[in-house]
């Protein structure tokens, strides 16, 4: 193992922007892709490989569809759990704020709400116990479904949140419609307002507009990617000056054609900003690559140096809805190994 590696290896990390189908690992989707041969998913290794090429994002996006269409029973939604605390275990990640957008399973595949948070509940607690990995959780619909799943989406927070439910968010296409539908502003309102926090996706494939309307409109308290915002000189102050946590997927951003390649993603240029940024796999399987692998790749596609490396990973603390008496020890951790 290389020293930077291993430098990765040993600092202790906190994951903020993560999907649950998304983080699924190839052998599990192909178990379930077995399981249901009538799906477009491909049953075999090499062929999951290719089909994991994007061409834009509405591709990516009709592929995690397939792949969400897999979940068709409460178990599928526990096993899915337990696979992705395994595999942040064995990536030194202590705690996750894990997105799950229920109503694939709830409308897509009729599983009833008590048993979809049943079944998150029980992974979580197997996760902990088995693998030593805290889960939070961040609720979120499809931005381009709102009309049909912002409401039920966020019905199902209020009336059976998991244990551990942290926050409410929006994902999917981007509609780039400023200001967003009142559909997706009440539910925002709605979940603020029953104590959850606000964290929804923004500037990933839209301009800096909807990062306005993430923080103006639906009370963001962390931003999904945002990497548009640098476009605009005025937000950035705005997000520099307020420290408002911006969660970058450096791989996830090339892979779905919104940034050319890994050597022109800003992640550097956001921190040369003094932006709050933590760093984040988002599906890793779907874009070939792992939480350590992001750290490893700032470091040598990007430049980032191992006192960086660490600051991204105390940031990740930090930004996290964590109490202090788990972020303390966290913070201290990292700073031990970033001083050896
Ligand atoms: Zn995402």
Redesign the pocket.
């Known amino acids: 193992m290389s020293t930077i590696d291993a430098f990765v290896a040993r600092l202790p990390k906190v994951e903020l922007?993560v999907?649950l189908v998304g983080s699924a690992s190839a052998e599990t989707v192909l178990e379930l892709a077995r399981r249901h041969p009538g799906s477009s998913v491909p049953r075999s290794l090499e062929a999951l490989r290719q089909f994991y090429v994007f061409r834009d994002f509405p591709h990516f996006a009709a592929v995690y569809r397939a792949v969400s269409d897999l979940v068709t029973e409460q178990e599928d939604i526990e096993s899915l759990v337990r696979g992705v605390a395994r595999d942040m275990a064995a990536q030194n990640v202590r705690y996750a704020e894990i997105?799950v957008s229920p109503w694939y399973f709830t409308h897509g595949s009729g599983i009833p709400r008590a048993a979809v948070t049943e079944a998150i509940d029980a992974g979580a607690r197997a996760a902990l116990a088995d693998h030593g990995v805290r889960i939070g959780w961040i609720i979120e619909f499809p931005g381009d479904r709102a009309d049909r799943a912002a409401r039920a989406t966020l019905d199902h927070a209020l009336s059976a949140p998991p244990a551990g439910l942290v926050g409410f968010g929006v994902?999917g296409i981007e509609q780039g419609r400023v200001p967003h539908t009142e559909i997706i502003r009440d539910a925002f309102r709605a979940a603020v307002a029953a104590g959850l926090h606000s964290i929804p996706?923004a500037g990933e494939m839209t301009g800096p507009e909807t990062v306005w309307e993430a923080l103006n409109a639906l009370g963001a308290e962390r931003i999904?990617h945002g990497i548009n915002a640098l476009l605009d000189p005025v937000l950035v102050a705005y997000l520099r000056e307020r420290q408002v946590p911006v969660d970058v997927s450096p791989t996830s951003n090339v892979c779905t054609r919104q940034v050319a390649s890994l050597r022109e993603h800003p992640l550097p240029r956001m921190l040369a900003e003094g932006l709050l940024v933590t760093l984040n796999s988002?599906d890793p399987p779907m874009f070939g690559t792992t939480l350590s692998n992001e750290y490893l790749v700032a470091a040598s596609v990007l430049g980032l140096s191992r006192a960086q490396l660490a600051e991204l990973a105390a940031n990740a603390v930090r930004a996290s809805f964590l109490d202090a008496d788990a972020k303390k020890p966290l913070l201290a951790e990292i700073a031990e190994v970033a001083a050896t």
């Open positions: 922007h999907h997105q994902g996706h999904g988002d």
